[in-house]
């Protein structure tokens, strides 16, 4: 805990975006899940790189 720091905010990107960002992003990786799901499976893999000592 942070003596600094009185107030944390957790803030829902979606709930400030627009309308349309938030529909074309809700279809959009449905549409990616239904007809491209090696590419939804890539983009999770990469960003998901399981930890590593360093040196190793």
Same mark, same amino acid.
Request: net charge negative; glycine share 8%; hydrophobic share 45%.
């Given at each position: 805990?942070?003596?600094?720091?009185?107030? +944390?905010? *957790?803030? @829902?990107v979606?709930?400030?975006?627009?309308?349309? !960002?938030?529909?074309?992003?809700?279809?959009?990786?449905? +549409?990616? *899940?239904? @007809?491209?799901p090696?590419?939804?499976?890539?983009? !999770?893999?990469?960003?998901?790189?399981?930890?590593?000592?360093?040196?190793?």
């Amino acid at each position: 805990m942070r003596a600094d720091i009185d107030e +944390v905010q *957790v803030l @829902d990107v979606l709930q400030v975006s627009s309308l349309l !960002y938030r529909t074309l992003l809700g279809k959009g990786y449905f +549409v990616l *899940v239904e @007809d491209l799901p090696w590419l939804v499976e890539w983009g !999770y893999n990469i960003n998901d790189r399981p930890f590593r000592r360093r040196g190793q």
